[in-house]
């Protein structure tokens, strides 16, 4: 059983930073598809950025998120990071991490296709 556990949000001015962080237990962590996916209230999900634990390459579903998001991670620490620069309002959402155990190492940023999400941790960006 994956177990997931966010932290790292907050509330920032627009054009701040945030680093979001993803600890994960329960399972072999190089052997996982991982990600952060966000929802704003009233909204669908979006923002699928993905990568592979055992070989960290990243897939990012939303042109927008590139160049201000980045995934990374310390396999020594079993931690997943997103870190967020030149925040605008319009990413203010609940931030999720996401995991998948995987055989392939492919991991496409498609929520569907996760079974382990986190609680979840509120980015609230102001103008």
């Known amino acids: 059983q994956v177990q997931l556990v966010e932290s790292g949000g907050g509330s920032v001015q627009a054009g701040g930073s945030l680093r979001l962080s993803c600890a994960v237990s329960?399972?072999?962590?190089?052997?996982?598809?991982m990600g952060w996916f966000r929802q704003a209230p009233g909204y669908e999900r979006e923002g699928g950025v993905t990568i592979y634990t055992g070989g960290g390459n990243t897939v990012y579903l939303d042109d927008s998120l590139k160049g201000r998001f980045t995934i990374s991670q310390d396999a020594s620490k079993n931690t997943l990071y997103l870190q967020m620069n030149s925040l605008k309002p319009e990413d203010t959402a609940m931030y999720y991490c996401v995991a998948q155990p995987t055989v392939s190492g492919v991991c496409y940023p498609r929520g569907n296709l996760f079974t382990y999400w986190g609680q979840g941790t509120q980015v609230t960006v102001s103008s």
């Open positions: 329960g399972y072999t962590y190089n052997r996982l598809c």
